[in-house]
């Protein structure tokens, strides 16, 4: 694919992320995310296959490291300036390699976790567990999210939410996190 055709299918994808109107946004999201999945190496066919709701031109990118590491400074401010998007953001963290996402995740977590909708906690829980598991996972970013104490600490109080489902993420968290310190 020719250079200024790939910039400019990912500047219009970037633009729709930036948008004002949570739908461009949120499809803007969807589409990262079938881009992403696309870009692992252990994609399933059915996240191959998935890819046919892209656009012609999104359908042949091949996203690199850097363009991963575009997409996370992109997202990091989204979550910032649109609260109503943050639990999406997270969705689409959890396809980011742990390390292009992971600490600047957990950063995210303690700036604006107090804020974070259920659901929005909840994707963070996710994308957490994702990352933990990984076999590529750095135990130095498990270190690092320990010593921060705000994540922590919003990790014990969703631990403890009426809402099962946060509840149950945020102990597997825990769980892993002291799994890994062992």
Same mark, same amino acid.
Not at 17 to 37: G, H, I, K, M, P
Not at 59 to 88: F, G, K, N, W, Y
Not at 170 to 175: Q, R, T
């Given at each position: 694919m020719?250079? @200024?055709?790939?910039?400019r @299918?990912?500047?219009? *994808?970037?633009? /729709? *992320?930036q948008?004002?109107?949570?739908?461009a946004?949120?499809y803007?999201l969807?589409?990262?995310? *079938?881009l992403l999945?696309? @870009?692992?190496p252990?994609?399933?066919?059915?996240?191959?296959?998935a890819?046919?709701q892209l656009?012609?031109e999104?359908?042949?990118i091949?996203l690199?490291p850097a363009d991963q590491?575009t997409?996370?400074e992109? +997202?990091?401010?989204l979550i910032?300036r649109?609260?109503?998007?943050? $639990?999406? #953001?997270?969705w $689409? !963290?959890?396809? #980011?390699?742990?390390?292009?996402?992971?600490?600047?995740?957990?950063?995210?977590?303690?700036?604006f976790?107090?804020q974070f909708s259920?659901?929005?906690a909840f994707?963070?829980?996710?994308a !957490?567990?994702i990352? *933990?598991?990984s076999?590529?996972? /750095? !135990?130095?970013?498990?270190d690092? !999210?320990?010593a921060?104490k705000?994540?922590?600490r +919003?990790l014990?109080?969703w631990?403890?939410?009426?809402?099962?489902?946060?509840?149950?993420?945020?102990?597997?968290?825990m769980?892993? +996190?002291?799994e890994l310190?062992?």
């Amino acid at each position: 694919m020719k250079r @200024a055709y790939r910039e400019r @299918a990912l500047s219009r *994808l970037y633009e /729709d *992320l930036q948008s004002d109107d949570f739908d461009a946004r949120e499809y803007a999201l969807f589409q990262l995310v *079938l881009l992403l999945r696309r @870009a692992n190496p252990d994609a399933s066919a059915d996240d191959i296959f998935a890819g046919e709701q892209l656009s012609r031109e999104l359908r042949r990118i091949r996203l690199s490291p850097a363009d991963q590491a575009t997409i996370v400074e992109r +997202l990091m401010r989204l979550i910032s300036r649109h609260e109503d998007s943050r $639990a999406s #953001v997270f969705w $689409a !963290l959890g396809d #980011v390699s742990a390390n292009v996402a992971f600490a600047r995740a957990s950063a995210a977590m303690g700036e604006f976790g107090d804020q974070f909708s259920g659901e929005a906690a909840f994707q963070a829980c996710q994308a !957490l567990t994702i990352w *933990l598991n990984s076999d590529d996972f /750095d !135990l130095s970013l498990a270190d690092a !999210l320990r010593a921060e104490k705000k994540p922590l600490r +919003l990790l014990s109080r969703w631990a403890s939410a009426s809402d099962a489902r946060l509840a149950n993420c945020a102990n597997a968290v825990m769980s892993r +996190l002291r799994e890994l310190s062992d």
